[in-house]
C-alpha cells in the first residue's frame, strides 16, 4: 500500500513510525525516570531502620524527605532552560550522573544537618529531570498522542515501586551488617548506582530530536516534523514571557501542587502506613507496598489510552482523582487490618498517579516552543514544593498525634480539591480556563 492511493495505508505507516519512535525513546526514558522516583523516595524505606539508627525522630525524616523539593524548586526552570538550548541527549545524562553519586553519598549520612544537605543537593541534581521529558516528548508527539505516551513514561513510577519495593525490603532485610554496612546504608548503593550507569548510556543512545534521529529516513522525519506542526498550529503561547502572564499557568501550578501533595503522600509514607497495619517483617512490607503500585500501573495505562481515544482530558483526570481522594480516606477508616489497608491504598495509587499523568496533557495543549521548556518546569517546581510540605506535615502529625491520620485526611481532601479546580477550570470562560 502507499501513501497516494490508500488512506488507510498512510494510517498505518504512521502508526508503524510512531511505534518505531516509542519503541526507541520510551523504554530509555522510562529507565531513567523509574531510577530517579527510586533515589527520590527510597527514603521511605531506609527510614524504616535509619531513624533507630541515626536517632531521627519522625519530624526530622519529614522535613529531611521534604527539603529535597527546595532544592529540585530552585534550579528547576534553569535546568529546563539549559536543556532547551544544549539538547536533552547531554543535559539528561547530566541530571543521571550527578544525581546517582549524591544518592551513594547518602551512607555517610551521621546527622540530621548532613541528612538536610545531601536530600537538598539530591533536588537540585535530579531538577529539570521529569519536566526536561514531558518537554522532550512534546518535540516528539503531537497532542493528540501524548495522553498515552506520557502515561507510558509515567508507568516508571508505579512499576519503579513493584520493584523497589521488594528490592528494598530483601536488600535491607539480608544486607544488613554486610561490610560493616546497614541495610539503610546499601540500600542507597543499589540503587544510586545504575543512574549512574543509565546516564552515561544516555549519552550515546538518546537522540535529541526528530532531525537528528539517524534511524529515521529523511520522509519519515518529515511526516512527523509535519503532524506536530499540525497539532502546534492551534496554541496560543510560545514564549517563556507570554506563558507566566497566561492564567492557565498558574491554575495548572495550584492543581499540580494539590495532587503532588497525594503523590509523595503515598510515595514517602505508604510503607509507614502498611507497617501501622501490622505488618513487620520487612520483606512483607515490601511485598504489600508493590500491589497498590501494581495496580496503579494497569489502570493509568487504560485511563491514558481512553482520554486519547475519546479526545478528552478533564473527565479522564478528575474522576481518577476524586477516587484517589476516596482511597486515601478509606484507608484511616479501614486501619487495623492489612488486607483492608492494601485495598484502599491501591485505590488511592491509581487514582493520584493517574491524575497527575494525565495532568501533564493539559498544559502542553497550549505551550509550544520555549514557552513549553519554561512553563513545564515552572509547573512541575511549584507543584513539586508539595513534595516537601507533604511528608514533612505528615511526620509532624504522626509525632504530634501518634498516627498518619489526620496527614492522610489533608491529603486526601487536597487531592479532591485539585479534582473539582480541573472541572471548575474547564467550565468557565475566563481567558485561563483549562480546555
Known sequence: MTETNDASGEQNTLEEIYSRVTCRLIPLLMSGYMVAYANRVNVGF???????????????????????FIGYFLFEVPSNLILNRVGARR??????????????????????SMFYVLRFLLGAAEAG???????????WYPAARRGRVISLFMASVPICN????????????????????????????VEG??????????????TNDIQSASWLTEVEKARLVAKLQRGDSGKQVSSFVTAVQDGRLWHGCVVYFLLVLGLYGI??????????????????????TAIPYAVATIGMLAVGASADIRRER?????????????????????????????VALSLATFGVITAVALFWSLPTTYL??????????????????????????????????????????IIASAVLLAAALVVAGSTSSRPGKVV
Open 46 to 68: 531506609a527510614k524504616l531502620q535509619m531513624l533507630d539508627d541515626l536517632g531521627f525522630n519522625d519530624a526530622v525524616y519529614g522535613l529531611g524527605a521534604g527539603v529535597f
Open 91 to 112: 543535559w539528561l545524562a547530566r541530571i543521571m550522573i550527578s544525581w546517582g553519586i549524591l544518592s551513594g553519598a547518602m551512607i555517610f549520612v551521621r546527622s540530621s
Open 129 to 139: 529531570f521529569f519536566p526536561g521529558v514531558i518537554f522532550y516528548l512534546t518535540q
Open 162 to 189: 513493584v520493584v523497589g519495593s521488594l528490592v528494598a525490603g530483601v536488600v535491607m532485610k539480608c544486607m544488613n551488617g554486610t561490610s560493616g554496612l546497614a541495610g539503610w546504608q546499601w540500600l542507597f548503593i
Open 193 to 206: 548506582t545504575p543512574a549512574i550507569l543509565l546516564g552515561i548510556g544516555l549519552l550515546f543512545l538518546l
Open 267 to 288: 510515595g514517602f509514607w505508604l510503607p509507614t502506613i502498611i507497617v501501622d497495619s501490622g505488618v513487620l517483617n520487612l520483606s512483607h512490607v515490601g511485598m504489600l
Open 314 to 342: 478533564v473527565w479522564h483526570l478528575a474522576v481518577p482523582a476524586a477516587l484517589g481522594s476516596l482511597g486515601l480516606a478509606c484507608s484511616v477508616w479501614v486501619s487495623g487490618g492489612a488486607a483492608a489497608t492494601v
Open 368 to 409: 509550544t516552543a520555549s514557552a513549553a521548556a519554561g512553563g513545564i518546569a515552572v509547573i512541575n517546581s511549584f507543584g513539586n514544593l508539595a513534595g516537601f510540605l507533604g511528608p514533612y506535615l505528615m511526620g509532624w502529625m504522626k509525632d504530634r498525634n501518634g498516627s498518619t491520620d489526620s496527614g492522610v485526611y
